[in-house]
């Protein structure tokens, strides 16, 4: 994968297939001198084994395929950009994955386009709760399915073609904002 967005656009779905109804997504452009994205959510979580052997690309918990690359690949790309991949996960608990590149580097995949990814994901996973949140050295901004669904109604569907089309434009409006200096619009 060449962009950052679609990285976390399979690690959230991995959540999902772990049974995750809570998924938080945050990004931090600097945070202690690190691009930072973080994953956590409230899934089935992984036994110490399985965290062990989770960087490996012939370890995979899927039965369609026998290769699982999402993690071991952005284990790879934070290593190339000075950075590392944490995970912590417990059986029952859920898992977090936070994967850090060093600031500035020049081999920092581009975001991509984040907002219709996570469009994708909503439509994908339509009753998740999902808390995204973007912080740049000039701004941040937070979006909740909470929130949208106060506003449309606890039967709001992710997958309808309008709210899927607002929800992409609406996340990528947030962070061009932030990318200005800018707060929520």
């Not at 918990?61 to 995970?87: A, E, N, S, W, Y």
């Not at 941040?140 to 399915?145: A, E, G, L, R, Y």
């Not at 997958?159 to 619009?185: C, D, H, K, M, S």
Request: hydrophobic share 40%.
């Amino acid at each position: 994968m060449r962009e950052l967005s679609l990285h976390i656009l399979d690690i959230a779905q991995n959540s999902v297939r772990a049974g995750a109804k809570h998924i938080t997504i945050s990004i931090n452009e600097n945070e202690g001198g690190f691009f930072v994205f973080r994953i956590l959510d409230d899934g089935c979580g992984m036994d110490a084994d399985m965290l062990r052997k989770v960087r490996d690309p012939f370890v995979t918990t899927r039965t369609t395929r026998k290769i699982g690359l999402g993690i071991p690949f952005v284990d790879m790309v934070t290593q190339q950009c000075d950075g590392h991949l944490d995970i912590a996960s417990a059986i029952g608990k859920g898992t977090e994955i936070a994967a850090y590149f060093t600031a500035g580097h020049l081999d920092i995949p581009p975001m991509g386009d984040l907002g219709s990814s996570m469009a994708v994901l909503l439509a994908g996973a339509p009753n998740i709760d999902l808390r995204f949140s973007y912080t740049s050295p000039v701004g941040s901004f937070t979006f909740t399915t909470e929130e949208v669904r106060e506003v449309l109604g606890s039967d709001c569907d992710f997958a309808n073609p309008e709210i899927f089309t607002w929800v992409g434009q609406y996340l990528n409006q947030q962070l061009q904002a932030v990318a200005r200096g800018g707060t929520e619009l």
